[in-house]
């Protein structure tokens, strides 16, 4: 039997999935990072992919025909000519680049370029080509030869070619998803000769390198295919397969994904769109979410308190939930206050309000998607940890108007590992 492995690289830790051909899933683990220092993080994840493939049970690991990473969008490494890092990685939250991020506005400001793309993906202090304009400015630059994402470069220690990243990535560095090229004002910048070659997501890039093949004990043609972003495993592992259908993820913030067969983007709401082969994944994101209800309950509360909620009846409470001032989607308002009163006696009608009102704006979220040209809303599958709250699914689904399903697979190692199986419709035509 064949077997195809995909692998998650996450802020926490990394997980892994194997399935067989029929995308059943045969095993899984995972391994935490731990606290390291900056300049430990690259030997950390290079150690946790190789314990990873290693832990595999011998027979699914001879059987490997295919391997695909995901990592955190715009957490991104600068390497020398033989791939190894000069400078210890950024991590996708780190904005120390901000400086550089004016540098962009400017260039981007010049006459010829008025009409060139300038969405909020890279105007940014934490986007990718914003961190590779900031490292542009340090001494170090002078050793690099390529910029690679984490996914790409857990790869390349794989397959051992540097340089490759997929269209997900890349989406952060300028890449042009429509065009499916570097834009004319990015490859004019002087870090353009690093820049990596892009390819569609699961495009086999090569097999896996000799002595890493003997060290884990994995078959010399086992392909190493190009990856993904960890949010997009995560929707490829939820089920969603035609337009019309969406995650939703339940976790710190909501996150709103909708596949659409028309691609939408509006800076103002902080809206972008991935490309899914001819296809679109509409995104955005509120900054309410399980944040807030942990500033108010414990996961105990919360469970035993959302089983007493009267979900037939909607709440009167209407609240605009927050843990600080500030909406971007689906309210534009940097100066948007939490509301969180009245604030009633009874805790259960307190979450009850706090449920309702989140659902509220994710029905919201959708109708604004949809307004601004996205694909009709047709069903919602669910990720994060609030996927488990019965109540709150049902008080979603009543203001969807639409069915609510959990993810049929909750981590996105499984979604990753559908990449390596070549079923999915991403690829297109790309400048390798």
Same mark, same amino acid.
């Given at each position: 039997?064949?077997?195809?492995?995909? %692998?998650?690289?996450? /802020?926490?830790?990394?997980? %892994?999935? !194997? %399935?067989?051909?029929?995308? /059943?899933? &045969?095993?899984?683990?995972? +391994?935490?990072?731990?606290?390291?220092?900056?300049?430990?993080?690259?030997?950390?994840? +290079?150690?946790?992919?190789?314990s990873l493939l290693g832990d595999i049970d011998r027979p699914l690991r001879q059987g490997l025909s295919a391997i695909a990473v995901n990592g955190t969008s715009a957490t991104v490494l600068l390497c020398d000519s033989a791939g190894n890092p000069v400078l210890p990685p950024l991590l996708y939250n780190d904005a120390r680049a901000a400086s550089a991020l004016e540098t962009l506005r400017q260039w981007l400001a010049q006459e010829r370029y008025l009409n060139a793309p300038s969405s909020q993906t890279v105007l940014s202090a934490t986007s990718s080509l914003v961190k590779l304009l900031w490292w542009s400015q340090q001494p170090a630059f002078e050793q690099a030869r390529y910029f690679?994402?984490?996914?790409?470069?857990?790869?390349f220690l794989l397959h051992g070619q540097p340089g490759i990243s997929d269209y997900h990535n890349s989406l952060k560095l300028g890449?042009? !998803?429509v065009q499916l090229r570097y834009p004319e004002w990015l490859t004019e910048l002087s870090i353009a000769p690093v820049l990596p070659d892009v390819v569609a997501p699961g495009t086999p890039i090569g097999y896996v390198q000799p002595a890493v093949a003997t060290h884990l004990g994995i078959p010399a043609h086992c392909q190493v295919c190009a990856g993904t972003t960890d949010s997009i495993a995560a929707l490829l592992a939820s089920g969603a397969m035609v337009p019309g259908d969406a995650v939703t993820s339940l976790g710190s913030t909501l996150v709103l994904k909708l596949l659409s067969q028309t691609r939408v983007e509006n800076n103002t709401y902080g809206i972008y769109s991935?490309?899914?082969?001819?296809?679109?994944? !509409?995104?955005?994101?509120?900054?309410?979410?399980?944040?807030?209800?942990?500033?108010?309950?414990?996961p105990a509360e919360l469970a035993a308190l959302s089983d007493r909620i009267p979900t037939e009846q909607p709440s009167t409470l209407d609240y605009y939930p927050l843990l600080q001032p500030?909406?971007?989607?689906?309210?534009?308002? #940097?100066?948007?206050?939490? +509301?969180?009163? #009245?604030?009633?006696?009874? +805790?259960?009608?307190?979450?009850h309000g706090l449920l309702e009102s989140m659902s509220r704006i994710e029905a919201e979220g959708y109708?604004?998607?949809?307004?601004?040209?996205? /694909?009709?809303?047709?069903? !919602?599958?669910?990720?994060?940890?609030?996927?488990?709250?019965?109540?709150?699914?049902?008080?979603r689904s009543r203001h969807?108007?639409?069915?609510?399903?959990?993810?049929?697979?909750?981590?996105?190692?499984?979604?990753?590992?559908?990449?390596?199986?070549? /079923?999915?419709?991403?690829? &297109?035509?790309?400048n390798l």
């Open positions: 039997m064949t077997f195809y492995a995909g %692998i998650d690289f996450g /802020t926490s830790g990394a997980r %892994i999935a !194997v %399935i067989d051909a029929h995308a /059943t899933l &045969c095993y899984q683990s995972s +391994r935490t990072f731990g606290t390291v220092a900056d300049t430990a993080l690259a030997d950390g994840w +290079r150690e946790t992919l190789f690679m994402h984490q996914a790409d470069w857990l790869s890449y042009d !998803v991935h490309r899914l082969g001819d296809r679109w994944l !509409v995104g955005g994101a509120s900054n309410t979410g399980g944040a807030v209800l942990q500033q108010f309950f414990s500030g909406e971007r989607f689906p309210t534009n308002d #940097p100066q948007l206050l939490p +509301r969180l009163e #009245p604030r009633p006696a009874d +805790r259960v009608a307190f979450l109708r604004l998607l949809q307004t601004l040209g996205a /694909t009709p809303l047709t069903r !919602v599958f669910t990720a994060g940890g609030g996927a488990q709250n019965a109540a709150w699914t049902t008080l969807l108007g639409v069915p609510v399903e959990r993810s049929q697979q909750p981590e996105a190692a499984y979604g990753t590992a559908l990449l390596t199986l070549g /079923t999915l419709p991403l690829n &297109c035509s790309s």
